[in-house]
């Protein structure tokens, strides 16, 4: 069984910046991605970013040049830079670690972003 704990949210001005972090424990297999997920209220939970094993990354078109994911593959850990916080970045963000078929989630950690 996988665990994700995720950590970094809170409450920052619009502008500012917030790092997430997720740290994955269990048994992880070598290959799968890792992403980060955001739902706001009243709204659907969406893609913001993810990461393969090899690196190779992927961004929500609101988010590009904003905000960047990375990880170690060594400590089973995904982290989410974000900067340039927009009030429309308000939501609980969740980690996600994908192992085809199975999918493992965190859960949730709230970042408000006031205007």
């Known amino acids: 069984q996988v665990q994700l704990v995720e950590s970094g949210g809170g409450l920052v001005q619009a502008g500012g910046s917030l790092r997430l972090s997720c740290a994955a424990s269990?048994?992880?297999?070598?290959?799968?991605?890792m992403a980060w997920y955001r739902q706001a209220p009243g709204k659907q939970r969406e893609l913001v970013a993810a990461?393969?094993?090899?690196?190779?990354?992927n961004y929500a078109d609101s988010v590009k040049g904003r905000f960047t994911i990375s990880r170690s593959n060594a400590k089973n850990t995904v982290s989410l830079q974000m900067n340039s916080l927009k009030p429309e970045d308000t939501a609980v963000y969740y980690c996600?670690?994908?192992?085809?078929?199975?999918?493992?989630w965190g859960q949730g950690t709230q970042v408000t972003v006031s205007s």
């Open positions: 996600k670690l994908f192992e085809p078929p199975r999918s493992y």
């Open positions: 269990g048994t992880i297999f070598r290959v799968n991605s």
């Open positions: 990461i393969t094993t090899g690196g190779s990354t």
